[in-house]
Structures are given as structure tokens and as C-alpha cells.
């Protein structure tokens, strides 16, 4: 773990935007910045946070963490489902090949929760018992975890929109996606999910929901694509607290953005208006728990320095101009 010092220090060398027309044409994420080029894609991790699909500040060291806790899980899981990366130039960037993505988010989901309109939990408490084409069942409560996880298949929204549940038959009227590859892409997907929460629990974390993007490389094999099980995809919660705070019907612990959102929300921010100036203490607290965070689920130390991200961009990806 770096010291309040070093993440002090990093403040101003935060990782706030590139601009790398070398690398091919841009397409700019709420957090990833992609250049394609020659059947390849680097992916740029920035520092950047997004809450309430707003753009709220930069965390310092926040885009290394999620690039390295993607590539510890891409490691872990590649016996399972082949995945798109190529190599990692830079703590904050992945080479992957550029893939045809397939029009689906595969959410999979292990326990019964959520808090916003289109939750599942919000969907349940209102009387629904069918999400998505999963049957739920009967009395279940707030957090409670699904005999088996279900696969809640999502849109991929055009840019700046909303992603929307939806069960697989809307998906294959609106998509080309047919049945078949949805069929392979839910067996992937709960192996992967299996797997995920298999490590995580090792190190007394459950992984509760996550979503998966799969593409197809031009050889046409279907592999992993976009990002796995980081903090910005997936639902963490702390295994010790989960039962006690299940029976009491508590809000879980989380390993997530819940520290800034819930700052937000104190502030009176909840997604429309301007977004308020976060102050230093709260974007290193939150770096603190991101870097927690991946220390945690990996059981690896997390290895930075203070210093300027852009010239060590320039170094590590000049050789890709
Ligand atoms: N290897 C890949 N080939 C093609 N598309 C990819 C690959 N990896 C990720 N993508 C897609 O690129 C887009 C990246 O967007 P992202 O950086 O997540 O920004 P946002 O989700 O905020 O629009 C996503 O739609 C993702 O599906
Ligand atoms: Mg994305």
C-alpha cells in the first residue's frame, strides 16, 4: 500500500485525458480512452471516475488499479474463455486485439440487490417474479443470495445512453445475436462467475454481481472482452459482515464507488446539476480504497510510483506510433 504521502503527491499528475492521434482513431470512454489501429486496440485506463454516468474528478492512481486488477483476472480466468489481450505496455494500458463486439452485456448476478428503478431488487420488492426471463422465486429478502446465479442479459446503449435488461427473446429481435451464441455466452459466463467468486472468497470477499462483454476476433472465435471483475463492472461485498448485516437487513459492506457516491448524495449531487468540486481528502480516501480494493481481491501489493503518467505513457507506447 502506497502511503497518504505518495497519494498526496500523485494529485497533480493525475491521468485526466490523452491524446495520442499516433495510435489510430480515438474513441473516449466515461473512463477508457481506445485507439484503434491496424486490427488492434489500445486501451488507455485513466483516472477519471464516473458515478451516476456523470464524470466526477480524477482518484489517483485509480486507472493503474483497475488495468491491473483486469489483468490479474484475464490471468485467471483464460483457461476458461480465451480473452483479447495481447500485452501490457503500461501499468495504465492494455494492447488487445480489436474484436467485432457482440450486442449484449452479460450481467450475472449472484444475490438479490440493487437500489435504484431498474434494479432487480427494486423490480422484486414491487411484485415482479419473472427479471429478465429468470423465474424468482418466492419470499426472498433484501441481499439474499440466488440458489444459482441468473444471467440478466443488458443492451449495449449507443453512446451516453442507458443500458436496459432485457430477456433474451427482446435480444434476439432487436440484435443479430442468436440463440445459439447466447447459449455458449451464458455457459461462459457463469464459469467465469463461478471462478470469480471462488478467488474472491479465498481472500473473505464475495463477488456479488458483475457483467461481461464478449467479441468476436476476426478468426471468428468468441473471447473476453472490455474489462473483468474490477470495481467499475462488478459488486463487492465483505464476506465476514455479509450475515450479520443480511438479518438485520443492513446495507453490506462494499468494496465499490459506494464511499464517493454516498459523499455525493451528502453533498445533495445524485446525477443532475453540477457536479460539486471533491476535495482532496475525499479523492485520496477513495484512492485508498481502491488500491485496498485491489490488494484485496488479488492478494498482490499493489507497486506504483509518484510521477507524471503522461511522459511515462510517452515512453512505454511511443514504440506503437
Ligand atoms: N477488444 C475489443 N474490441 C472491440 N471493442 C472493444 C474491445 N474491448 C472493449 N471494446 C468496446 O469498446 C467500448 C469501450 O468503451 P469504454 O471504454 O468502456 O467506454 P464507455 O463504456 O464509457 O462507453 C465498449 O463498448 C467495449 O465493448
Ligand atoms: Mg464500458
Known amino acids: 500500500m502506497l502511503n497518504d504521502d505518495q497519494i498526496l503527491q500523485q494529485m497533480p499528475f493525475c491521468l ?6 499516433q495510435l489510430g482513431d480515438k474513441y473516449e470512454g ?28 480524477m482518484i489517483p492512481f485509480k486507472g493503474q488499479v483497475l488495468n491491473q486488477m483486469a489483468k490479474f483476472w484475464f490471468d485467471q480466468t483464460k483457461d476458461i474463455v480465451g480473452n483479447h489481450v495481447i500485452e501490457f505496455p503500461d ?26 428503478s431498474t434494479s432487480v431488487w427494486t423490480h422484486y420488492k414491487e411484485g415482479g417474479r419473472n427479471f429478465c426471463g429468470n423465474e424468482l422465486p418466492e419470499e426472498m429478502k433484501w441481499n439474499q443470495k440466488f440458489d444459482t446465479p441468473i444471467i440478466t442479459p443488458s443492451t449495449k446503449a449507443a453512446h451516453g445512453d442507458h443500458d436496459e435488461s432485457v430477456a433474451p427473446d427482446v435480444l434476439f429481435e432487436r440484435t443479430d445475436l442468436t440463440p445459439e451464441q447466447f447459449e455458449h455466452l451464458s455457459d461462459v459466463a457463469l464459469k467465469l462467475f463461478a471462478r470469480g467468486q471462488e478467488i474472491s472468497a479465498k481472500q473473505g470477499i464475495i463477488l456479488v454481481d458483475t457483467k461481461y462483454e464478449f467479441g468476436m476476433t476476426p ?8 474489462e473483468i471483475h474490477t470495481p467499475d463492472s462488478s459488486r463487492f461485498w465483505y464476506m465476514d459482515e455479509y450475515e450479520k448485516r443480511f438479518e438485520a437487513e443492513e446495507e453490506q459492506k462494499k468494496i465499490d464507488k459506494e464511499y464517493l457516491r454516498r459523499w455525493l448524495a451528502d ?55
Do not use: W
Not at 484503434?36 to 477519471?48: C, P
Not at 495504465?92 to 440493487?114: H, Q
Not at 478468426?219 to 472490455?226: S, W
Not at 446539476?273 to 471533491?278: A, E, K, L, S
Open 16 to 21: 485526466d485525458k490523452t491524446d495520442f492521434p
Open 30 to 57: 466515461k473512463v477508457r480512452d481506445n485507439y484503434t489501429k491496424d486490427g488492434k486496440r489500445m486501451i488507455i485506463v485513466s483516472d477519471r471516475l464516473s458515478a451516476f454516468d456523470r464524470i466526477i474528478t
Open 91 to 116: 501499468p495504465n494500458v492494455v494492447y488487445a486485439k480489436e474484436c467485432k463486439p457482440l450486442p449484449v452485456e452479460m450481467v450475472v448476478r449472484g444475490y438479490l440487490t440493487g437500489v435504484t
Open 219 to 226: 478468426d471468428g472465435e468468441i473471447v473476453l472482452i472490455d
Open 267 to 321: 453533498e445533495g449531487f445524485t446525477g443532475d446539476g453540477d457536479v460539486p468540486i471533491v476535495p482532496d481528502e475525499v479523492r485520496a480516501e477513495t484512492a485508498k480504497r481502491y488500491i485496498t480494493a485491489y490488494e484485496l481481491i488479488t492478494g498482490n501489493r499493489f507497486e506504483s510510483e509518484v510521477g507524471d503518467v503522461h511522459v511515462r505513457l510517452e515512453q512505454n507506447l511511443s514504440k506503437y506510433f
